[in-house]
């Protein structure tokens, strides 16, 4: 066997797997971030959303008093809305008085009272 001289001794490997490791786990890290920041940009603006006493003070305060039944029936729907407390009885009798718009094919146009009833509710509510 000491005639064989064909074998080397052994020679060091450098050993390069910690480093391959260690910078594909950064480039994961930096994907990563960068898909979390990406997805979680907003595609357009949020809008603030309306409370139900915005929408019903803006629609009050639109009722067009020329069509009747319609302007009638947004009274009733968004006035509820708005309604302070104590104003449940007048309100009730306002109601009883608009019945009469309601529910009919043709109806005669509001009467002042009613009419001037309906806006001056529209303000007390809208100002509060």
């Not at 001289?5 to 910078?23: C, E, G, R």
């Not at 309100?91 to 009833?117: H, Q, V």
Request: proline share 4%; aromatic share 8%; net charge positive.
């Amino acid at each position: 066997m000491q005639g064989l001289k064909d074998i080397k001794p052994l020679v060091t490997v450098p050993d390069h797997s910690l480093w391959a490791l260690l910078s594909i786990m950064i480039a994961l890290l930096v994907v990563g971030v960068g898909l979390y920041f990406w997805l979680r940009k907003p595609t357009r603006k949020r809008r603030k959303r309306r409370s139900q006493k915005e929408i019903a003070c803006d629609a009050l305060k639109a009722i067009d008093f020329k069509d009747t039944k319609k302007s009638v029936y947004d009274f009733s729907e968004y006035i509820r809305t708005l309604l302070p407390e104590g104003k449940e009885k007048a309100f009730e009798k306002l109601l009883e008085r608009l019945e009469s718009y309601k529910y009919k094919k043709n109806i005669p146009s509001l009467s002042k009272e009613d009419k001037e009833a309906m806006q001056k509710m529209i303000k007390e509510v809208t100002n509060v």
